[in-house]
T-cell receptor, first 115, second 114 residues
Framework: SQTIHQWPATLVQPVGSPLSLECTVE??????LYWYRQAAGRGLQLLFY??????ISSEVPQNLSASRPQDRQFILSSKKLLLSDSGFYLC??????????????FGPGTRLTVT | KNQVEQSPQSLIILEGKNCTLQ??????????LRWYKQDTGRGPVSLTI???SENTKSNGRYTATLDADTKQSSLHITASQLSDSASYIC?????????????WGLGTSLAVNP
C-alpha cells in the first residue's frame, strides 16, 4: 500500500530564517506530487506540483521554491521566511494521469508558525 | 471568475441525525467535482469524485449529488457519528484543453455532538 510522510509535524521559525519541509511517498512509482498551503480561514492553495524528477511547476509566485531530487521525494524550501508564510503545509500525491480524475492523497501536514 | 462557495460555514448536529452540505460553483469549463473530509490538523481525505455526467455517488454513509446545469452539489451524511466531526471541502476542477486547475472551497465545519 502507498503511504505519504511529511516532516516535521510542527515548526516555529523566526522571520528571515530558512525553511525546508520534506515529503516522501512509498509504495508507488512516478507519482504526481503537490505542495499546498492552507492558511487560517482560507481554502487550500496549490503552491507547486511535479510530474517527474526535476520537473516543478509553480502556481503562485512567492519566496518559496520546491525541488524533486528523487522520484518519491518532494521538498519545499525558502531562503527567508515571511510572517505571511505561516500556515498548514500539505503534501499530496496522485497516480500519474492526464484526465484529472485521479484522487489526491494527502500527507499529515506541517504546521508552520513564523514569529 | 471561477469560484466555489460552500454553505453553511459551520453546522452542529446531534449524533444519529442526517445533514446536507451545499456547494455552488461558477467554474467553467467544468471537469469534475470532489468532496473531501478533513479532520482537524490532518490532510484532506477524498470522499467522492463526480464528472459532469454523474448525478449521484455514494461512499458508505456519504452521498454526493451533482446538478451540472445549476452548478450545485450537495453532500448528504446519513446517521451521523461523532467521527464525522470534520471540515468538508468541495473542490471543482477547471479544465480547458490540457490546462487543469483545482478550485477549492473554504469548507463546512461540521460538529457532531452526543
Amino acid at each position: 500500500s502507498q503511504t505519504i510522510h511529511q516532516w516535521p509535524a510542527t515548526l516555529v521559525q523566526p522571520v528571515g530564517s530558512p525553511l525546508s519541509l520534506e515529503c516522501t511517498v512509498e509504495g508507488t512509482s512516478n507519482p504526481n506530487l503537490y505542495w499546498y498551503r492552507q492558511a487560517a480561514g482560507r481554502g487550500l492553495q496549490l503552491l507547486f506540483y511535479s510530474v517527474g524528477i526535476g520537473q516543478i511547476s509553480s502556481e503562485v509566485p512567492q519566496n518559496l521554491s520546491a525541488s524533486r531530487p528523487q522520484d518519491r521525494q518532494f521538498i519545499l524550501s525558502s531562503k527567508k521566511l515571511l510572517l505571511s508564510d505561516s500556515g498548514f503545509y500539505l503534501c499530496a500525491w496522485s497516480p500519474p494521469s492526464l484526465d484529472g480524475l485521479r484522487k489526491q492523497y494527502f500527507g499529515p501536514g506541517t504546521r508552520l508558525t513564523v514569529t | 471568475k471561477n469560484q466555489v462557495e460552500q454553505s453553511p460555514q459551520s453546522l452542529i448536529i446531534l449524533e444519529g441525525k442526517n445533514c446536507t452540505l451545499q456547494c455552488n460553483y461558477t467554474v467553467s469549463p467544468f471537469s469534475n467535482l470532489r468532496w473531501y473530509k478533513q479532520d482537524t490538523g490532518r490532510g484532506p481525505v477524498s470522499l467522492t469524485i463526480m464528472t459532469f455526467s454523474e448525478n449521484t455517488k455514494s461512499n458508505g454513509r456519504y452521498t454526493a449529488t451533482l446538478d451540472a446545469d445549476t452548478k450545485q452539489s450537495s453532500l448528504h451524511i446519513t446517521a451521523s457519528q461523532l467521527s464525522d466531526s470534520a471540515s468538508y471541502i468541495c473542490v471543482v476542477t477547471w479544465r480547458a484543453g490540457n490546462n487543469r486547475k483545482l478550485i477549492w472551497g473554504l469548507g463546512t465545519s461540521l460538529a457532531v455532538n452526543p
